[in-house]
């Protein structure tokens, strides 16, 4: 018998976190979300994650702020937000993106529920 876990997901149809993400595909060990049109915006507070995340941005411009770093995200650039490293980020222009997390952040309420800065996700 074939591999049966192979499976594809239309971001049309995908269920939407309460951020705002829309879940794509997803194993074991990495998901993928999408950032769709996300409008311009202030930071929201900084917090950490108990995942890596890494992302592509496909249009718009927005700020990381990454443990004490600005990184100023456009078309074509990608990034990584290492697990627990305290971050937010600033959208400057309608934005979208596709991240991967590992482990999985929809499992288990990690995408959903943000620790403060300093705290541990």
């Known amino acids: 018998m074939g591999d049966t876990s192979v499976k594809k997901v239309e971001s049309r149809h995908s269920p939407k976190g309460e951020m705002g993400q829309k879940y794509l595909a997803s194993g074991v060990r990495v998901a993928m979300r999408l950032w769709e049109d996300e409008p311009p915006a202030e930071a929201k507070p ?3 994650r108990d995942y890596e995340t890494v992302g592509f941005v496909l249009k718009g411009r927005a700020e990381l702020h ?8 456009n078309p074509g650039d990608s990034w990584l937000v290492p697990r627990g490293a305290s971050h937010t980020y600033k959208v400057l222009e309608t934005f979208s993106a596709v991240e991967a997390t590992s482990p999985v952040s929809s499992a288990h309420g990690r995408d959903e ?3 403060p800065k300093g705290a541990k996700a």
């Open 46 to 48: 900084a917090s950490t």
């Open 113 to 115: 529920h943000e620790a």
């Open 66 to 73: 990454l443990e004490g770093q600005v990184i100023l995200l």
